[in-house]
């Protein structure tokens, strides 16, 4: 790990009780230059093992993970203070993405031969995708194992090398991470963790030898971060926040909607980028779906079903929705202003609220749901997409046809049907957003490239006879043959 230059630390907190769950140095830009010096000297060396060598190690680390997963859901419930049986799930999921990254890079970015046309015939063609060097990033603490993980994994079985600067509020669950890759690969430091605040992450996304930035959090401090890294052109992949919708279409399973509808709002405190925060059913089965949603909701427990609030000041951002949708005219089906009871908030179901609403336009992070009902589903569609979010959403319906038109239609990056969250259990679905979601992909073939660049090498394996044509020693014969074989090949209108 990172050593700090100076003697400043910072503590971590539980949530639920305010109770010190571990002391963290605060690394300064110093210590965040020397770390990324010598995970690049150890990139170099990682990158040297080929797609085998690193196939190996990180399978060891992916059993590594599972071998301590007591001890690392553990942690993420005294930091975070989500449920056990929540932090279990994003670890597994966490492990099934490093397995499919480690036993896929070499199939999505190993060499391989495409093709040259016609004039290019004497020529062979590969493209190959080589590691960018050091990739640097920044974490959340909603899901402090599996949304980093979705960038770690991947930039190591590209053979990159990784500083990973976590939340300050999970910084203990970073630190575990990095450990346990240690028991993996010990011969050098090719996963390092930097803790700290802002200011850490700042560094990080400014220093010159980083390759990429893979940043998760808020659309405003992804546009900070932007400004960090465009001192030294570096590329970087943001997935932000979300307002994502659910649609109910006339021939759905309510039942089975207003379930997906609860999970997917209040689960992990509703503290999710891909949760369902807004909700439009078609007025043929609104009423029967209202009856599932309040039922269903109305039985959540907050500190049983679902935690505390990890950061603190989100609760004045929950309240200042429920406050302005009550205000527009919304009405509390479920909760209301009173389920604010820091550090929790017991569920809230809203109807009625005004398009224009803070609790319909912006991200609340809480375990909140607002309900409309439309005419037709594309009238709920439209509502949908006229958001400046575009991470996910989720369809319900009866017809799989119509279902995988109206996912296509929605501008998200990810769309579930009949299910929610899925796509992110898919390894090999790329992940991420559009507008203020944000831009790049993690997860998936798409990835890896990621964090990779292509390298594209072309090879003349034998000289074309009379049509030498980048050479001043052309002739206009040659040039004319040149003309008469594209009229050929592209001159002819095609029906």
């Known amino acids: 790990m990172a050593t700090a230059t100076e003697q400043r630390t910072f503590d971590s907190l539980g949530p639920a009780t305010g109770a010190v769950v571990g002391t963290h140095p605060v690394h300064d830009a110093a210590a965040v230059r020397a770390a990324v010096e010598s995970a690049a000297e150890a990139g170099r060396w990682w990158a040297g093992l080929g797609y085998e060598g690193r ?98 994994a991947y930039a190591l079985a590209a053979g990159n090398a990784v500083v990973f600067k976590p939340s300050e509020l999970t910084p203990g669950v970073g630190l575990l991470l990095a450990e346990l890759f240690a028991q993996s690969v010990p011969e050098r430091p090719v996963f390092q963790v930097v803790t700290g605040l802002g200011e850490t992450g700042a560094a990080l996304a400014a220093d010159p030898g980083i390759g990429k930035i893979a940043f998760t959090g808020s659309t405003a401090t992804a546009k900070r971060v932007m400004a960090a890294c465009a001192a030294n052109l570096t590329p970087m992949v943001a997935e932000c926040g979300g307002k994502d919708a659910l649609i109910v279409d006339a021939d759905a399973d309510v039942a089975a909607a207003a379930d997906a509808a609860v999970w997917g709002a209040m689960s992990n405190s509703g503290q999710t980028c891909v949760g369902v925060e807004r909700v439009y059913v078609v007025e043929r089965v609104y009423d029967a779906f209202m009856r599932e949603l ?27 929705h429920v406050d302005d949708a009550l205000a527009g005219g919304g009405k509390a089906v479920v909760g209301g202003t009173e389920s604010v009871r820091p550090p929790y908030v017991d569920p809230v179901v809203l109807t009625d609220v005004p398009e224009d609403s803070s609790a319909v336009r912006e991200e609340t992070f809480g375990p909140t749901i607002t309900v409309r009902k439309v005419a037709t589903v594309e009238e709920a569609m439209e509502k949908a997409n006229a958001v400046s979010y575009g991470l996910g959403g989720t369809i319900f319906s009866g017809n799989a046809r ?65 049509m030498n044509l980048t050479s001043f020693g052309r002739t206009p014969a040659e040039m004319e043959r040149l003309v008469k074989l594209v009229t050929f090949l592209h001159g002819r209108r095609r029906s």
């Open 55 to 152: 196939r190996r190690r990180l399978l060891d680390y992916k059993a590594v993970l599972t071998r301590n997963l007591t001890r690392i859901t553990t942690l993420i419930h005294e930091e975070t203070g989500k449920p056990v049986a929540d932090a279990t799930l994003e670890t597994v999921l966490a492990i099934t993405h490093l397995d499919w990254a480690a036993r896929n890079a070499r199939k999505v970015l190993g060499p391989r031969r495409v093709p040259t046309g016609l004039i290019g015939i004497n020529l062979a063609a590969t493209l190959e995708y080589l590691p960018l060097g050091v990739v640097g990033v920044i974490g959340p603490w909603n899901y402090p194992v599996f949304t980093p993980m979705g960038s770690i």
């Open 294 to 320: 309040t039922e269903r909701a109305k039985a959540v427990r907050s500190g049983e079903d679902y935690g505390p609030i990890t950061m603190p000041s989100q609760t004045e951002v929950i309240r200042r």
């Open 402 to 466: 119509r279902a995988m038109e109206l996912a296509r239609t929605m501008l998200t990056g990810m769309t579930a049907i009949n299910s929610v969250i899925s796509f992110a259990g898919v390894p090999a679905l790329p992940f991420g957003g559009v507008g203020d979601s944000g831009f790049g992909r993690i997860h998936g073939a798409d990835g890896l490239r990621e964090f990779a660049r292509p390298k594209a090498i072309s090879r003349q394996r034998f000289a074309l006879p009379g």
